[in-house]
């Protein structure tokens, strides 16, 4: 797959756990998140995004916490499935460009 | 709706060549956005097209250009390729200040 090669660190979870993805973030001034997931063969898919005036969001399974005083992001994961086994990437808005950090890759054991 | 389709999917150029990928946005989007994706550098932006206009630009060099079509379909250009420009190409379209979508890419690889 795209991401075959890369570096990146790895976050291994049993199945049904939580997982929990960090990234830190480059720009005080940005004011836009987002994550994104990347499976094998496929380019990135939105997962959930967070403006800088929230610190928490929750969607369906993810919640998404931002820390603005330290510049970081976290993206959790509940009840973790095989199907979330994917590269996960954070990207922040600044000058209107979207960033991408170097991103995690999530594997999921049974 | 379909989604961002991109082509050719694989593409193999030796050095010295040009290359034009092609970007087809889903269906109402007028901003489509090109990024490179290599095991170095990550997900790097390239360009940002709106109704035909270059919207904003990364920092990549004057090899790298694109255009965008009146039916919102862009296409960008590599001029004289390097090794270092293999790499998975990925667009992207959105209606302006919504999510971007992604299409799956064209894996370019320069010999």
């Known amino acids: 797959g795209e991401n075959v090669g890369l570096h990146l660190p790895t976050l291994s979870v049993q199945e049904g756990d939580n997982s929990i993805i960090n990234c830190a973030y480059s720009n005080s001034a940005s004011d836009y998140f987002i994550w994104y997931k990347q499976e094998s063969g496929k380019g990135p898919q939105f997962i959930i995004d967070i403006r800088s005036n929230m610190d928490k969001r929750q969607g369906q399974r993810v919640t998404v916490l931002l820390n603005k005083t330290v510049k970081h992001l976290s993206l959790q994961i509940a009840a973790t499935q095989p199907g979330d086994s994917a590269v996960y990437f954070c990207?922040?808005?600044?000058?209107?460009?979207?960033?991408f950090g170097t991103g995690t890759r999530l594997q999921v054991f049974p | 709706k379909a989604g961002v389709t991109q082509t050719p999917r694989y593409l193999i150029k030796t050095r010295g060549q040009q290359v034009t990928l092609s970007c087809s946005p889903i269906s109402g989007h007028r901003s489509v956005s090109w990024y490179q994706q290599t095991p170095g550098q990550g997900l790097q932006f390239l360009f940002e097209?709106?109704?035909?206009?270059?919207?904003n630009k990364g920092n990549f060099p004057g090899r790298f250009s694109g255009r965008q079509f009146s039916n919102s379909r862009s296409e960008m250009n590599v001029s004289t390729l390097e090794l270092g420009d293999s790499a998975l190409y990925l667009c992207?379209?959105?209606?302006?200040?919504?999510?971007?979508?992604f299409g799956p890419g064209t894996r370019l690889t320069v010999l």
């Open positions: 990207a922040e808005t600044y000058t209107d460009k979207l960033i």
């Open positions: 992207a379209s959105r209606e302006l200040e919504d999510e971007q979508f």
């Open positions: 097209y709106f109704s035909e206009t270059q919207r």
